[in-house]
């Protein structure tokens, strides 16, 4: 038996106190209850800070989280393109543990009883909520590529669609490859995380050979028919910069692998890199599909876009990459850290016998380098419509750069500092 | 008498107006969108070179936003973020910076 155990509610009632003059705010402080948070991404760090700062302290938040450090999947692919270090995607949740009064736990959840409300632990034990948050991002579908569901093909192929050993090995492996070889990165069919994240490796990929080894190409393999994102200012880039280093294939959906000949396998194709990178199709993580909430496709979880509560399952709400999507909602940490401010604020009013407010308002960015210091943006804000009762993009709002420049180069380096403070700061 | 005249101008703002009115949380809410960029509640990261929001008076931020939507003021994104919310929501996220320190 390990239930919250009150010592460490009194500790982190403590922290709140001095929280609550200098961050109050006003019509917060009536909620009270035990959140619990699995997963310390972008869209569960920011609710577990958030509901502790509305909430002025009076919600205990505890946060369960694999890994010791955040680690971010945006700014990544300037790490496997050489130009940023792991040190510098890396954030610790001493902020939120010290600043906030979060209790952090580094475990993972390997069960979710909804009707008791508890969740259990990997290593032991058990734990009590009010609310419970999920934001377990994506699993991967490894089924769906046989020969790379076991862990040595895993080893050898990568994703790094995780930031992480992933991200540092994915780099290793472009180091040691020879000039003259050939990268080729896989894309699974839409919706996946990041859309433009696979053409921004592209290019910083490109980008390294061009500058290290420049006899060397890349090669994208879109299991998509066209460009997902940003696709003019992406393909003005590869004409541009990348001209005879990168080759775009559409309709090329790699259905297997040969692992020991680093070859993708198509439909009616074979194609032999010397560094294969597959991002294999996905879908919510694991825990989503273990605690039996409802699947969309037998991958996304239905959420009410009033509250991020799953549909049929009162109590659970689930943010980020993990959700159907909205229309042309894309699965970003950005989108993630606004799905958890809308459901920070709905726990609040649900756990003072409150509705959730009737008109929440999201938005997104990305932004996307081409080469070490130039980027380019795509934007969008989504108002939640009555009648179909999903967020609707706004019309005539949006839209993405009017060419790739090195001052966005440096405001998302400036947005990316701004939304880790946001939510582990 | 003053509860009449409350309700009056409630039903004058419509069925939209109302549900702004009955959400004390809405500013809050709204101005949070914003933080990815601008910091929480205004505070950007000092040094990151996006401006702080928190602070500055209201009708500062209304027209730069409004400067935004109308193209007068050039942006590299904020043309298009803007013209995603009303006048009437922007100027609840104005006063909300507005009052943060």
Not at chain 1, 140 to 155: H, K, T
Not at chain 1, 223 to 235: H, Q, R
Not at chain 1, 272 to 278: E, F, G, S, T
Not at chain 1, 396 to 404: D, K, L, N, P, Q
Request: aromatic share 6%; with cysteine; glycine share 10%.
């Amino acid at each position: 038996m390990m239930l919250m155990k009150r010592r460490d509610f009194l500790k982190v009632g403590a922290a709140a106190g001095t929280m609550a003059s200098l961050y109050g705010c006003a019509g917060g402080g009536k909620a009270s209850g035990h959140v619990v948070v699995v997963g310390g991404g972008y869209g569960g760090a920011t609710a577990a800070k958030y509901i502790r700062m509305w909430s002025e302290g009076g919600v205990q938040v505890t946060l369960i989280e694999r890994n010791p450090t955040f680690i971010s999947c945006p700014i990544s692919n300037l790490v496997i393109g050489g130009s940023k270090t792991m040190e510098d995607i890396t954030v610790s949740y001493e902020g939120l543990k010290n600043k906030w009064g979060v209790r952090v736990v580094q475990d993972e959840v390997v069960a979710v009883d909804a009707a008791k409300r508890t969740i259990s632990l990997a290593k032991g034990g058990s734990m009590s909520y009010d609310r419970l948050v999920l934001s377990p991002g994506i699993d991967f579908m490894f089924g769906e590529i046989p020969a790379l569901d076991n862990a040595d093909a895993q080893a050898k192929i990568l994703h790094a669609w995780k930031a992480g050993p992933q991200t540092v090995a994915l780099r290793k492996q472009l180091e040691e490859m020879k000039d003259g070889g050939v990268y080729a990165l896989s894309i699974p069919k839409a919706p996946y995380r990041c859309p433009p994240g696979p053409y921004e490796r592209a290019c910083l990929v490109a980008d390294y050979f061009k500058k290290n080894k420049p006899k060397s190409k890349v090669v994208i393999l879109d299991a998509n028919e066209d460009v997902m994102s940003k696709k003019g200012l992406f393909t003005k880039a590869w004409s541009d910069l990348y001209k005879g280093i990168l080759e775009y294939r559409p309709n090329s959906e790699v259905k297997d692998v040969d692992v020991a000949n680093t070859t993708a396998i198509l439909e009616f194709d074979k194609f032999k890199a010397d560094v294969l990178n597959v991002i294999p199709p996905h879908r919510a993580g694991n825990i989503a599909a273990k605690s039996g909430l409802k699947l969309i496709n037998n991958r996304w979880v239905d959420v009410d876009w009033l509250s991020m509560e799953v549909v049929g399952t009162p109590g659970v709400h689930v943010l980020g990459d993990a959700i159907f999507p909205a229309p042309t909602m894309p699965k970003s940490g950005h989108m993630a850290n606004q799905h958890a401010k809308l459901a920070s604020a709905a726990i609040l009013n649900m756990l003072s016998g409150e509705a959730p407010s009737p008109t929440p308002v999201v938005m997104n960015t990305c932004y996307s380098y081409v080469d070490t210091k130039q980027a380019i943006h795509v934007t969008s804000v989504h108002q939640y419509d009555t009648a179909t009762k999903t967020m609707q993009p706004v019309k005539g709002a949006g839209g993405v750069s009017a060419a790739r420049n090195e001052m966005e180069g440096k405001i998302a380096m400036g947005w990316a500092k701004n939304i880790w403070a946001d939510m582990l700061a | 008498m003053k509860r009449i005249s409350l309700l009056a101008a409630l039903a004058l703002l419509g069925a939209q107006g109302a549900a702004l009115a009955a959400d004390p949380n809405l500013a809050r809410n709204l101005a949070a969108t914003c933080a990815n960029c601008h910091g929480t509640n205004g505070n950007a990261v000092k040094g990151a070179g996006i401006d702080a929001l928190a602070g500055v008076p209201k009708d500062k931020t209304l027209q730069k936003l409004a400067d935004f939507k109308s193209g007068d003021k050039p942006a590299s994104i904020m043309h298009q973020i803007a013209k995603g919310y009303t006048d009437e929501q922007l100027d609840l996220i104005a006063g909300y910076f507005a009052a943060q320190k």
